[in-house]
């Protein structure tokens, strides 16, 4: 993946890919490639192995292109893991699983598999790392792109290009090799809606839309406080809800989705559940409308369900 100087248009931001940028459609959404390495055709590189992203040159991750094969025959699980900076560092959004049939002699007419993030948010320049698992009647292997070969040269420092590790032992592994054939799809966030964030949770009230704007700040004792991390669920196909999270992307601490009750009483409802005695304030917003509305909850109080069914007007 060459880099290449960012230039602005005023349609688009070029983004630092192999063969250029092109749009694509996604339902309601634009969507750019953000990396697009080419591929080799063959399968060769075992499952096993790690991919690195140095560099990901842009906002969000809505999906990733990889090809596969395998040494024998029948209906494969295959699921795609991508966490920021490390192999065990925070997923991205939730892995990814498709099941595929790959034919006798795949590993030479390699299976093309698009997995969906669903528009996860990603800060500009961060390191990411792509780990893959499988189960089946036998071993898979993906597409280690053009060119790719053991005697590669160690990568530039800093990398520039995605590349092989050995495996996915944190926190990076060792590096195997350079070029892997993929191709990584973000949403195009123009045109208005909240814009996703660590920190900012998007809320769909139609396909893609992103109307509504949620973060949460939390406040325990007299030191730990700062704002609450976001997990978007739309990869789940779930957009109109998501999760926070404060002290470990493992333990959730609330739920939270607002729904369309138009035909109900001409208002958008607000549900949210936090498991928590921890003392917090969640902010909703209609970018639409512009109106924000408020919840709190006091340090060491057990957190109550709030249900508002007047939260925002239609439409």
């Known amino acids: 993946m060459e880099s290449q100087r960012r230039r602005r248009t005023s349609l688009f931001v070029a983004l630092s890919v192999c063969f250029g940028v092109s749009w694509l459609s996604a339902g309601p959404l634009r969507a750019s490639v953000v990396d697009a390495c080419p591929f080799a055709g063959v399968a060769t590189e075992p499952i096993t192995r790690g991919v690195i992203v140095p560099v990901f040159e842009g906002t969000n991750l809505r999906s990733m292109e990889l090809r596969y094969g395998a040494n024998n025959p029948g209906t494969y699980s295959i699921t795609v893991e991508v966490h920021h900076l490390t192999f065990d560092g925070p997923l991205v959004a939730a892995p990814q699983t498709a099941y595929v049939t790959l034919a006798p002699y795949s590993m030479y007419n390699v299976v093309p598999i698009t997995f969906d993030f669903g528009g996860a948010p990603v800060p500009d320049g961060e390191m990411l790392a792509i780990r893959q698992t499988a189960t089946g009647p036998g071993q898979v292997y993906f597409d280690g792109g053009m060119g790719a070969s053991p005697t590669d040269p ?36 123009t045109g208005g809606g909240c814009i996703p964030s660590v920190n900012t949770l998007c809320i769909d009230n139609v396909p893609g839309d992103r109307r509504f704007e949620v973060t949460m700040d939390f406040s325990h004792g007299p030191s730990l406080k700062g704002p609450a991390f976001a997990v978007s669920t739309a990869s789940l196909g779930v957009s109109n809800g998501g999760l926070f999270w404060f002290f470990s992307q493992r333990n959730p601490e ?13 208002r958008f409802w607000v549900f949210f559940n936090a498991g928590t005695n921890v003392g917090f304030t969640v902010r909703v917003k209609d970018t639409s ?19 508002d069914t007047s939260a925002f007007i239609c439409p």
Not at 157 to 179: C, F, G, H
Not at 254 to 266: G, R
């Open 154 to 189: 160690q990568p530039p420092t800093p990398p520039a290009e995605a590349y092989e590790t050995v495996d996915t032992t944190p926190p990076l592994s060792a590096y195997q090799k350079a070029r892997v054939g993929l191709t990584l799809v973000q949403d195009d966030l």
């Open 289 to 307: 409308t512009g109106q924000v509305k408020t919840y709190l909850n006091p340090d060491n109080n057990t957190a109550q369900p709030i249900q």
């Open 254 to 266: 609330m739920l939270v989705k607002v729904l369309n009750a138009c035909s109900l009483n001409n």
